[in-house]
């Protein structure tokens, strides 16, 4: 891996960490269930890509299939977590 490539991971990362800090923060300070359950689909999508990157930097396919199973249990539970703050149930009977 060359330098400009190895910077550019290190970068990345250090951004993504970022957005998840303020993400965590915003999770547990969020004045309303809205903004928690949005902060927490920031927090994985960060996650994600912070996978991703990693997978870039050390060359390993197995960080892509890991991504994309946070990318689909991050849908699947946001998507419930909406649902039970529109409804206030998940599973209709």
Partial sequence: MNMLLF???VFALLCFVAGMACAA?????GPTAQ??????????ING???????????GSMLYFDIALLIALFGFVG???MAKFLLR??????
Avoid: K
Avoid at 35 to 42: E, G, I, S, T
Avoid at 48 to 58: E, F, R, S, T, Y
Avoid at 88 to 93: K, M
């Fill in 7 to 9: 910077v550019a991971c």
């Fill in 78 to 80: 946001s998507t419930a």
């Fill in 88 to 93: 206030g149930e998940v599973i209709e009977p």
């Fill in 25 to 29: 923060i915003r999770i547990f300070r």
């Fill in 35 to 44: 903004d928690r359950v949005l902060a927490l689909d920031c927090l994985y």
């Fill in 48 to 58: 994600m890509l912070a996978v991703l990157v990693i997978g870039i930097q050390i």
